[in-house]
Nanobody, 127 residues
Framework: QVQLVESGGGLVQAGGSLRLSCAASGRTFTINRMAWFRQTPGNEREFVAAISRSGGTTNYADSVKGRFTVSRDNAKNTVHLQMNSLKPEDTAVYFC????????????????????WGQGTQVTVSS
Protein backbone atom coordinates (compact mmCIF):
# COMPACT_ATOMS: atom_id res chain seq x y z
CA GLN A 1 0.00 0.00 0.00
CA VAL A 2 1.03 3.59 -0.74
CA GLN A 3 -0.32 6.70 0.96
CA LEU A 4 -0.11 10.18 -0.58
CA VAL A 5 -0.71 13.49 1.21
CA GLU A 6 -0.76 16.85 -0.60
CA SER A 7 -0.03 20.25 0.92
CA GLY A 8 0.62 23.82 -0.19
CA GLY A 9 -2.74 24.79 -1.67
CA GLY A 10 -4.36 28.12 -0.94
CA LEU A 11 -5.60 31.44 -2.30
CA VAL A 12 -3.37 33.50 -4.59
CA GLN A 13 -3.83 36.46 -6.95
CA ALA A 14 -3.53 36.05 -10.71
CA GLY A 15 0.11 36.16 -11.76
CA GLY A 16 1.29 34.78 -8.44
CA SER A 17 2.91 31.48 -7.52
CA LEU A 18 2.27 28.44 -5.34
CA ARG A 19 4.32 25.33 -4.63
CA LEU A 20 2.44 22.10 -3.99
CA SER A 21 4.06 19.15 -2.23
CA CYS A 22 3.12 15.47 -2.05
CA ALA A 23 4.54 13.19 0.63
CA ALA A 24 4.48 9.44 -0.01
CA SER A 25 4.57 6.76 2.67
CA GLY A 26 4.12 3.00 2.92
CA ARG A 27 5.64 0.86 0.15
CA THR A 28 7.41 3.84 -1.42
CA PHE A 29 10.17 1.68 -2.92
CA THR A 30 7.62 0.24 -5.37
CA ILE A 31 6.52 3.61 -6.83
CA ASN A 32 7.23 4.22 -10.51
CA ARG A 33 5.88 7.39 -12.14
CA MET A 34 4.02 10.10 -10.25
CA ALA A 35 1.71 12.84 -11.47
CA TRP A 36 -0.53 15.78 -10.68
CA PHE A 37 -4.17 16.02 -11.80
CA ARG A 38 -6.79 18.68 -11.15
CA GLN A 39 -10.58 18.73 -11.03
CA THR A 40 -13.34 21.35 -11.01
CA PRO A 41 -17.04 20.82 -10.17
CA GLY A 42 -18.93 18.96 -12.90
CA ASN A 43 -15.79 18.01 -14.81
CA GLU A 44 -13.62 14.92 -15.04
CA ARG A 45 -10.22 14.89 -13.42
CA GLU A 46 -7.67 16.24 -15.92
CA PHE A 47 -3.95 15.62 -16.31
CA VAL A 48 -1.51 18.38 -15.33
CA ALA A 49 2.02 16.95 -15.13
CA ALA A 50 3.92 13.69 -14.65
CA ILE A 51 7.45 12.62 -13.76
CA SER A 52 9.27 9.30 -14.21
CA ARG A 53 10.77 7.15 -11.46
CA SER A 54 14.23 8.70 -11.78
CA GLY A 55 12.96 12.18 -12.54
CA GLY A 56 14.60 12.15 -15.96
CA THR A 57 11.38 12.44 -17.96
CA THR A 58 8.53 14.91 -17.45
CA ASN A 59 5.24 15.53 -19.24
CA TYR A 60 2.92 18.54 -19.10
CA ALA A 61 -0.54 19.44 -20.29
CA ASP A 62 -0.44 22.12 -22.98
CA SER A 63 -2.36 24.50 -20.72
CA VAL A 64 0.45 24.61 -18.13
CA LYS A 65 3.62 24.27 -20.22
CA GLY A 66 6.12 27.01 -19.44
CA ARG A 67 4.36 27.90 -16.20
CA PHE A 68 4.40 24.72 -14.07
CA THR A 69 7.37 22.52 -13.14
CA VAL A 70 7.17 19.04 -11.59
CA SER A 71 10.08 17.55 -9.65
CA ARG A 72 10.72 14.69 -7.22
CA ASP A 73 13.15 13.82 -4.45
CA ASN A 74 13.20 10.05 -4.01
CA ALA A 75 15.41 10.26 -0.92
CA LYS A 76 12.62 12.20 0.79
CA ASN A 77 9.76 10.39 -0.98
CA THR A 78 8.28 13.66 -2.16
CA VAL A 79 7.09 15.22 -5.40
CA HIS A 80 6.50 18.93 -6.00
CA LEU A 81 4.58 21.11 -8.42
CA GLN A 82 5.89 24.66 -8.76
CA MET A 83 3.12 26.81 -10.24
CA ASN A 84 4.05 30.24 -11.62
CA SER A 85 2.08 32.88 -13.52
CA LEU A 86 -1.17 31.47 -12.16
CA LYS A 87 -4.43 32.22 -13.95
CA PRO A 88 -8.03 32.12 -12.65
CA GLU A 89 -8.63 29.09 -14.89
CA ASP A 90 -6.04 27.19 -12.83
CA THR A 91 -8.50 27.18 -9.92
CA ALA A 92 -9.23 23.55 -9.01
CA VAL A 93 -8.63 20.78 -6.51
CA TYR A 94 -5.17 19.38 -7.23
CA PHE A 95 -4.48 15.67 -6.67
CA CYS A 96 -1.20 13.80 -6.37
CA UNK A 97 -1.10 10.36 -8.03
CA UNK A 98 1.29 7.42 -8.16
CA UNK A 99 1.66 4.22 -10.17
CA UNK A 100 2.93 1.20 -8.24
CA UNK A 101 2.61 -2.60 -8.48
CA UNK A 102 0.31 -4.44 -8.51
CA UNK A 103 -1.43 -2.41 -11.19
CA UNK A 104 -2.57 -2.50 -14.79
CA UNK A 105 -0.39 -0.14 -16.80
CA UNK A 106 -2.19 2.78 -18.42
CA UNK A 107 -1.31 5.94 -20.38
CA UNK A 108 0.74 8.55 -18.52
CA UNK A 109 -1.77 11.37 -19.03
CA UNK A 110 -4.91 9.45 -17.99
CA UNK A 111 -6.38 8.52 -14.62
CA UNK A 112 -6.11 4.83 -15.62
CA UNK A 113 -2.32 5.18 -15.44
CA UNK A 114 -2.34 5.52 -11.64
CA UNK A 115 -3.62 3.42 -8.77
CA UNK A 116 -2.84 5.58 -5.73
CA TRP A 117 -4.27 9.04 -5.04
CA GLY A 118 -3.99 11.75 -2.42
CA GLN A 119 -6.95 13.53 -0.84
CA GLY A 120 -6.53 16.70 -2.90
CA THR A 121 -5.69 20.30 -2.03
CA GLN A 122 -7.65 23.39 -3.13
CA VAL A 123 -5.96 26.04 -5.28
CA THR A 124 -7.91 29.24 -5.86
CA VAL A 125 -6.62 32.00 -8.15
CA SER A 126 -8.41 35.34 -7.88
CA SER A 127 -8.57 37.96 -10.63
Amino acid sequence: QVQLVESGGGLVQAGGSLRLSCAASGRTFTINRMAWFRQTPGNEREFVAAISRSGGTTNYADSVKGRFTVSRDNAKNTVHLQMNSLKPEDTAVYFCAAQAPPAVEGPTATIQGYNYWGQGTQVTVSS
